[in-house]
């Protein structure tokens, strides 16, 4: 297990997450991270410098805890648009090889 600070600073990830997934980006406030995670306001400048710097620690536990293959579609790409050009064209493959139907 992590040390606290680990864990507060994956509990603020994780509702940050939930909370971009359900309310948006744009309606989330660092407010609604606070009060929903129980999280001080002050640790979680601790953790992160701000929303953006959050959302990107959101979207790297996403793609390494769910998506690990997307990781692996990126590797070798340093520019920011390749990285995503290369992970969409991973995942079409993967629906077509996969004969993926539905949502």
Excluded: W
């Amino acid at each position: 297990m992590g040390s606290k600070g680990e864990t507060t600073k994956d509990k603020i990830i994780k509702t940050a997450r939930y909370l971009f997934k359900h309310q948006g980006y744009r309606n989330t406030t660092i407010d609604d991270i606070c009060n929903s995670s129980g999280v001080k306001r002050g640790n979680l400048y601790f953790h992160f410098k701000g929303k953006e710097n959050l959302a990107y620690a959101v979207i790297a536990d996403a793609i390494e805890g769910e998506f690990p293959s997307l990781h692996r579609m990126m590797e070798g790409q340093s520019d920011p648009l390749a990285k995503v050009e290369a992970m969409i064209d991973g995942m079409v493959q993967y629906i077509i090889h996969k004969d993926c139907q539905g949502g």
